[in-house]
């Protein structure tokens, strides 16, 4: 249990006993020509405390360790991807640190309980998405980011679980439940037959080696773990056991890997493990009949499973990439399953950016963003999806030999906010719109009738004359019509040429994990692992930020000497 902190901002008052004060002159230059000169000045300050004072208490225990510092600490120990231990030690004796943090020599040494307990208060109050939106939102501020052009993609994640074939999976499963049972019901565990517990554990407690079998044994031994499951799901139904989140598992794994029911496969064989026990009514499900969310590890239940790229999580990442910038920003950064589809993902991702006033203008992202329907959805934002199209390329338009082809929906220039009229290829406007409530893709864009039975595309039109109104109508579904234009635009070397800024996002994945341990976390479980990845990214944003205004304030001759490097 944590203990309790009264929320306590940090004195803003410089100390006499910082370290820039206790060391010779040539060495505190030096310091104000290092990375932690600007961090100290213009990365320090981008921390908003007050955000974080709900965290604590308004009245009862001892004042809190400023959360600049605490928060600082996190962001240095991202920069180089440090464990605690490391960052602490750091801490403890880096005087760049020391300087950055803006710390007397008193204030140099932190538990790591500390840290632990920080990491706790931000994960229930959704503190890490806190931490990263409104620190990075400050740094695109202060460093006149442009944010109208951006680029996404996502990247695959592991959280720190082993990776567990499926016979591994049930028996990890079980031997988990055992040890809850043990801690918290003991008297419960004594009702578990022995033979069963002694194929995943030994008498010492300590795990067996049952899922290291040959691929022959190993299927028979899978057999006998689904009876074991059921076993144990059905021995410990509406017990005091029931209540246990490691039950829940267990219930979770029978259900998303086993046909319960049947009774085919239900009889234990002469020379199975349970030779002799009572048959049950269970049989394995076929691999591909289990569903890409299910249970990867008993020890991080939110990790799920995609054929592309494996278990775990992906983290979707968006960044700036207006060359005009200083440097480009990571804007946004949202853990979601690996089991999902990047499809899913591109509104949202605008309707977020959106909120923080960082909308794009143009958004660039690979195919599987690009549906039909996200470029419809994301035109009536605001924004330009720019990504190429799945599928083929477009076929040659109908039209008899010697003929001009004729004209489609994509051929007229449609405002899909209908914030301004139609015009169709001829150049005349429509003089009324209609689109379908239910489906507001699909729209009726009238015509008058004296214009186009005048007009001399009339014969290639896809226009229709309705009795009714006296109007010529077209017909069209704006999402269909979004995938036609694009494909044409694709076919256009210019529109390559404008898609190529998109690659730019790759070097930051590879950034993200290779200097920032983005590819393999040192913790695991849903929560945990989106705090970690906040972190992560606003460290990377912070370094290059200092990076950036380090290059500026060399280029502009303020510092002649050598510069102290910013953390890879």
Not at 74 to 94: G, Q
Not at 187 to 204: F, N, S
Not at 491 to 513: D, M
Request: hydrophobic share 35%; with cysteine; proline share 5%.
């Amino acid at each position: 249990m944590r203990r309790k902190a009264i929320f306590r901002k940090r004195d803003p008052q410089e100390s006499l006993f910082q370290s820039n004060m206790l060391v010779p002159p040539a060495k505190a230059q030096r310091l104000q020509r290092s990375w932690a000169e600007v961090f100290r000045n213009r990365a320090l300050p981008l921390i908003d405390e007050e955000r974080f004072a709900d965290m604590y208490c308004e009245d009862n225990g001892r004042p809190n360790r400023a959360v600049q510092t605490v928060l600082g600490v996190h962001i240095l120990k991202e920069m180089s991807n440090l464990t605690d231990e490391e960052a602490l030690e750091e801490l403890e004796f880096n005087l760049l640190w020391h300087h950055a943090l803006r710390l007397d020599i008193e204030e140099t040494h932190l538990p790591q309980k500390t840290l632990h307990n920080f990491r706790g208060r931000l994960m229930p109050h959704d503190g890490g998405r806190v931490a990263f939106q409104e620190t990075t939102d400050q740094i695109i501020t202060a460093l006149g980011i442009r944010t109208g052009k951006q680029r996404l993609d996502s990247t695959h994640i592991m959280s720190n679980i082993a990776i567990l074939t499926r016979l591994g999976l049930f028996c990890e499963t079980m031997r988990y439940f055992f040890g809850a049972l043990r801690r918290d019901l003991p008297h419960l565990m004594e009702a578990v037959p022995t033979a069963l517990v002694r194929r995943y554990l030994k008498e010492e407690g300590e795990p067996t080696s049952y899922e290291d079998a040959r691929s022959g044994d190993g299927r028979r031994r899978l057999s006998v773990c689904a009876r074991d499951l059921y076993r144990l799901v059905d021995r410990f139904r509406g017990t005091a056991a029931a209540g246990l989140e490691e039950y829940r598992l267990l219930e979770r794994l029978l259900r998303e890997q086993c046909l319960v029911g049947r009774d085919s496969d239900g009889r234990p064989g002469d020379d199975d493990d349970d030779a002799g026990e009572t048959k049950v009514p269970i049989a394995l499900k076929d691999p591909k009949e289990v569903p890409s969310d299910s249970l990867q590890s008993p020890y991080d239940p939110e990790a799920t499973y995609s054929g592309h790229k494996g278990k775990g999580y992906e983290a979707q990442v968006a960044e700036t990439c207006d060359e005009e910038n200083i440097c480009q920003i990571i804007t946004l950064v949202e853990v979601t399953p690996s089991s999902g589809s990047d499809t899913d993902v591109t509104v949202p991702a605008i309707e977020s950016l959106a909120e923080r006033n960082a909308r794009p203008d143009e958004l660039f992202a690979d195919t599987s963003y690009g549906s039909g329907r996200n470029a419809f959805e994301a035109e009536l934002r605001g924004t330009e999806l720019v990504s190429p199209v799945a599928g083929p390329t477009p076929a040659e338009k109908e039209g008899g030999e010697g003929e001009e082809p004729r004209l489609t929906p994509a051929d007229f220039q449609i405002d899909v906010t209908g914030g301004q009229p139609t015009v169709c290829p001829a150049g005349n406007q429509s003089i009324e719109e209609y689109k379908r409530q239910d489906a507001p893709e699909r729209v009726e864009i009238h015509f008058a009738r004296s214009v186009c039975e005048t007009c001399s595309l009339r014969s290639r039109c896809p226009v229709k004359l309705n009795q009714h109104t006296g109007d010529y109508v077209l017909k069209a579904d704006l999402v269909k019509v979004k995938i036609d234009r694009r494909r044409i635009a694709e076919a256009n070397e210019e529109w390559h040429k404008r898609y190529a800024i998109r690659a730019g996002i790759e070097g930051t994945n590879s950034e993200l994990k290779r200097r920032h341990g983005f590819g393999r976390l040192r913790v695991r479980g849903g929560r945990r692992v989106q705090l970690a990845v906040y972190l992560k990214a606003l460290a990377c944003n912070v370094k290059r930020m200092v990076r950036a205004l380090q290059m500026q304030e060399s280029q502009a001759g303020r510092s002649k000497q050598a510069l102290v490097a910013v953390p890879a």
